[in-house]
């Protein structure tokens, strides 16, 4: 049993910065791979970011690499999302994700199978 919960995103014009949260309960976050998706309208869901139980390892997604910065706090069981330099491409819902599975599968899209209910991003030109 895992719960996500995440909150953090909102109506923001080009440019600006977001940062999304993610609260997990219901087993050891420490255990865990944690990873950002997004969906837009019309299109398939994304792996954007991913970091592994420690936080030694983290994957981006080319078109967010140096503008977004994932990170967790296993004291807090959270998972955050710094969005840096937002741009209208980056409008989707956001998913926070979990996965069990041993950290060399931490950035592979078909490991996650936990999910929260996701928050909107939307970023205005």
């Known amino acids: 049993q895992v719960q996500l919960a995440e909150s953090g995103g909102g109506l923001v014009q080009a440019g600006a910065l977001l940062r999304l949260s993610c609260a997990v309960s219901g087993r050891t976050f420490s255990n865990l791979n944690m990873g950002w998706f997004r969906q837009a309208p019309g299109k398939e869901r994304e792996l954007v970011a991913a970091i592994t139980w420690s936080g030694s390892n983290a994957y981006y997604k080319d078109s967010v690499t140096g503008r977004f910065t994932i990170s967790r706090d296993n004291t807090k069981n959270t998972v955050y999302l710094q969005m840096n330099s937002l741009k209208p491409d980056d409008t989707a819902v956001y998913y926070c994700?979990?996965?069990?599975?041993?950290?060399?599968?931490?950035?592979?899209?078909?490991?996650?199978?936990?999910w929260g209910q996701g928050t909107p991003v939307t970023v205005s030109s």
């Open positions: 994700a979990a996965s069990p599975y041993n950290p060399i599968y931490y950035n592979i899209a078909g490991r996650y199978n936990y």
